[in-house]
């Protein structure tokens, strides 16, 4: 996940464990420290988004870029 402040890349620096897992994340640029949560969606709901996202294309190749991106590292 990209910093909301300067769109940098972060680090995970804790993880709580659960049915859902939150995040304490940390900018390594600017130091900027968040909390993210992560939880169990819909399959279907991929299938949905991407088809109406295909109207807005700019924002399915942001989707996509990102989805590489997490696989690459
Ligand atoms: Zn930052």
């Not at 996940?1 to 680090?11: A, E, G, N, V, W």
């Not at 995970?12 to 993210?36: D, H, L, M, W």
Request: with cysteine; hydrophobic share 25%; net charge positive.
């Amino acid at each position: 996940m990209y910093c909301p402040k300067c769109c940098s890349k972060t680090r995970v620096i804790g993880t709580v464990a659960g049915q859902t897992n939150e995040r304490f994340r940390k900018c390594t640029v600017c130091g900027y420290s968040f909390q993210t949560v992560e939880a169990i969606k819909y399959d279907e709901y991929w299938k949905e988004y991407k088809e109406s996202s295909i109207e807005n294309s700019l924002h399915f190749n942001r989707i996509k870029k990102y989805g590489n991106l997490f696989t690459a590292s």
